[in-house]
């Protein structure tokens, strides 16, 4: 029942609109309206006007009105999962349209145009705003480069801080713990963030009746325990969950979105699943591979062979820093320590390998 009111409103108006603009265009004619003559007023353009304006009015106008209520309440739902940064950048278009709309209004005296000058003005205004706000956000990347980059020749280094990411760590990287270490070095900056939903995790893991669960569980939360009291670095425990989103690593993808944060893993998976959906990823088994120290094929070292190969015959050792070093022919010297060459380096997604012989065996040769 609104319905019909709200387009029978919207029908009046345009028949007033058609009536007027009948009259603008110059297409009427003098008329006096008496009950005698009647019939002459239902042949007169005006009637035609108020008859064509009514009918768009009723159903064009009132359409449009309900697709543009439906894209603003869909609009609504998205603004919700919306970071600041691109609600700035938006609001930043909007302004800019809106500028640009009243400066050609004023050029042109648009609103001094007879009867339609307020409307066409209106119209020239949401054209220009909503090219403001769609380029906005089409260019959001461009925009905040050159804001940044031409703000950063003016920045004090004392406030550098407030430009730092925030990191979201997962359950994963907490219980791996290295995480604690890196912070203490300062390769990571800003604000650590641990969602309310990982720490319930970390629980259920740590009241686990599997033994093994149960430590890493413990092991992780003393050492966010341990980072919270280290004043260099600044740990934030926040309460923001997604009730509708049953798993942890979706929850996570969803916050770095919304925060426009980063997220500090060290899982395969989380990490393939945020990348595909635009969410920088810090993984830290990465990093420590990043960081071990180049080895070339034909330089020496020592290793000590502590167990068999899967091939016959070879001998795996193992770096201070992890790599694992296959030695052809090294089953021969289980237990020992010798000096090995570098043949060739295997890099995998586990990780590097490093392949070599013994030393005096290619003197021998």
């Known amino acids: 029942m609104l319905k019909r009111i709200m387009k029978g409103i919207l029908g009046i108006?345009?028949?007033?609109?058609?009536?007027?603009?009948?009259?603008?265009?110059?297409?009427?004619?003098?008329?006096?309206?008496?009950?005698?003559?009647?019939d002459r007023f239902f042949a007169s353009k005006q009637f035609f006007g108020i008859v064509i304006g009514g009918i768009l009015g009723y159903f064009l106008i009132s359409y449009l009105l309900e697709k543009i209520l439906e894209l603003i309440?869909?609009?609504?739902?998205?603004?919700?999962?919306?970071?600041?940064?691109?609600?700035?950048?938006?609001i930043t278009g909007l302004i800019i349209g809106l500028i640009v709309g009243a400066l050609v209004n004023f050029a042109f005296s648009i609103p001094k145009i007879p009867r339609v000058g307020l409307p066409i003005q209106i119209m020239v205004n949401l054209v220009f705003t909503y090219m403001g706000f769609t380029l906005a956000i089409n260019k959001e990347e461009d925009l905040t480069n050159f804001i940044f980059d031409n703000h950063n020749k003016f920045i004090n280094y004392s406030n550098v801080d407030e430009f730092m990411s925030n990191k979201i760590l997962d359950t994963s990287v907490i219980i791996d713990g290295r995480i604690s270490d890196i912070c203490k070095t300062g390769f990571i900056e800003g604000t650590?963030?641990?969602?309310?939903?990982?720490l319930e995790e970390l629980r259920h893991i740590a009241d686990s009746s599997d033994v093994l669960k149960r430590n890493r569980g413990r092991r992780g939360l003393?050492?966010?325990?341990?980072?919270?009291?280290?004043?260099?670095?600044q740990v934030e425990i926040i309460s923001q969950d997604f009730d509708e989103i049953p798993e942890v690593d979706s929850k996570l993808v969803k916050l770095a979105q919304i925060t426009d944060a980063r997220i500090v893993t060290n899982d395969y998976n989380l990490n393939k699943v945020a990348e595909l959906?635009?969410?920088?990823?810090?993984n830290i088994n990465e990093l420590a591979n990043a960081v071990k120290p180049i080895v070339l094929p034909g330089e020496e070292m020592d290793v000590k062979v502590i167990k068999e190969g899967k091939e016959d015959g070879q001998?795996?050792?193992?770096?201070?820093?992890?790599?694992?070093?296959?030695v052809d022919d090294g089953i021969k010297y289980m237990g020992e320590k010798i000096s090995v060459l570098v043949t060739s380096i295997l890099q995998t997604a586990a990780g590097r390998m490093i392949f070599a012989k013994p030393k005096f065996q290619e003197q021998a040769l």
């Not at 309440?73 to 938006?90: D, V």
């Not at 959906?277 to 810090?282: A, D, H, T, Y």
């Open 277 to 282: 959906q635009g969410v920088f990823v810090l």
């Open 73 to 90: 309440l869909g609009f609504e739902y998205k603004l919700k999962e919306i970071s600041w940064k691109k609600i700035m950048i938006a």
């Open 13 to 38: 108006i345009g028949a007033t609109l058609g009536y007027n603009m009948v009259d603008v265009l110059g297409m009427s004619r003098d008329y006096t309206f008496s009950w005698e003559h009647l």
């Open 315 to 326: 001998g795996v050792g193992y770096l201070d820093d992890g790599t694992m070093i296959v």
């Open 192 to 198: 650590l963030i641990i969602p309310e939903f990982v």
């Open 222 to 233: 003393d050492i966010l325990k341990t980072m919270q009291k280290d004043p260099n670095i």
